[in-house]
């Protein structure tokens, strides 16, 4: 793909910030006709965590397409924004694990620490380049140790705006013949709004020029609570948008909770009371794996937390993410002796399985093939 010239970055922010004002209008009545259910589908959902991350370097077109291959119901490009107002897909602002900025002497000058959502980070980060800038680096895997078949691809595929996925899954859909939904995740909404570059209005106007996510499954996600009640008062409740709230570890306090001063916890959000108060303005809570399940001090697999059945009483979908294949990441229940750093399909699977007879609606996986696999077997 040829570099954006500057007449051309100033062309689509414009485009941008004037469909800004009736995107969410827009979008609404568009999605209100679509006619997807409301329900849960009988079978829970596979959802390609950051596309097919295990086997491609993640949010490429790569890894979206394997993705999709193998049989993925979502594909989820995690979004930040460049310095000219650009959504693209990377799962943090700081590129210096997942692309080759590094070896660029042109962006050395811009290494710097940031700290972002509490947390002291040293790299480069998307909001200090221009999209034009961005495609000139190419995506890199950043579990090279334990994903060598992804690391194979180093090189091969740029960054990829939030727009580009969208017509990039709608193609792909027109070819097979499916529906295929995005799971899109907006990163460090508090942290993007401090410096004036709010993330919302723009993903709302993106997504409302485009008739595949005006008609197709979005399920916008979120580790915040505030930009998740933003978007419900703008989107109201269209039938094919789902709002999903991110849950980190119990004693985590969401970002933009602390910067409001406050106190309530993931923890508290999942409570019953809490969970009851989620639905008014999500419709899908996900924890991490251990926060449905924990590990015992053996390493295994204890029991269920409550946090499904509380969640399915509150009328809320619950997603649970990540499945990763290698023995590393696997609960020691399902690892073999092959070695950390070993893919454990089968392992994987069966701890996938496991899960799944919790109840869950839907899993994250990096291996979307395996994620099939787990899903189809029940």
């Not at 059945?309 to 690892?335: I, S």
Request: proline share 5%.
């Amino acid at each position: 793909m040829p570099a954006m010239t500057r007449r051309d970055t100033m062309r689509a922010g414009a485009k941008v910030l004037a469909a800004g004002a009736a995107g969410a209008a827009v979008l609404a009545a568009g999605m209100a006709g679509s006619g997807m259910a409301a329900a849960a589908r009988p079978k829970p959902l596979v959802f390609g965590h950051r596309g097919c991350s295990a086997l491609r370097p993640e949010h490429t077109l790569g890894s979206y397409a394997k993705a999709i291959e193998d049989g993925a119901d979502y594909i989820e490009p995690d979004l930040v924004i460049t310095k000219d107002g650009v959504l693209v897909a990377r799962h943090e602002n700081n590129i210096a694990e997942t692309t080759d900025v590094a070896k660029h002497p042109e962006f050395a000058g811009r290494r710097t620490t940031k700290t972002i959502d509490g947390e002291a980070l040293t790299g480069w980060f998307v909001e200090d380049f221009t999209l034009a800038e961005l495609k000139t680096l190419r995506c890199i895997e950043r579990l090279g140790k334990l994903r060598p078949e992804s690391q194979g691809y180093d090189g091969k595929f740029q960054i990829v705006t939030w727009e580009e996925m969208i017509d990039f899954t709608a193609a792909e859909s027109a070819a097979r013949g499916r529906v295929i939904g995005l799971v899109p995740e907006l990163k460090h909404s508090t942290f993007f709004a401090k410096l004036g570059m709010p993330l919302e209005d723009r993903f709302i106007a993106v997504t409302a020029m485009h008739d595949y996510t005006r008609r197709n499954p979005v399920e916008i996600q979120s580790f915040e609570v505030a930009n998740l009640r933003y978007l419900r008062k703008k989107l109201g409740r269209p039938a094919n948008v789902r709002l999903m709230q991110l849950i980190g570890e119990d004693a985590q306090v969401p970002a933009d909770i602390v910067a409001s001063g406050g106190k309530t916890s993931f923890g508290a959000l999942t409570t019953a009371a809490g969970l009851r108060e989620m639905a008014t303005y999500a419709d899908v809570v996900s924890p991490s794996t251990r926060g449905i399940i924990p590990l015992g001090a053996d390493g295994k697999l204890g029991q269920p937390r409550a946090i499904v059945a509380d969640a399915h009483a509150a009328g809320l979908l619950v997603r649970c993410y990540t499945f990763r294949p290698e023995n590393y990441f696997l609960a020691k229940d399902f690892r073999n002796d092959a070695g950390d750093a070993a893919r454990n399909p089968a392992g994987s699977v069966a701890e996938m399985k496991r899960y799944l007879a919790t109840g869950l609606d839907g899993i994250f996986t990096d291996d979307p093939a395996l994620g099939r696999a787990a899903v189809d077997s029940l």
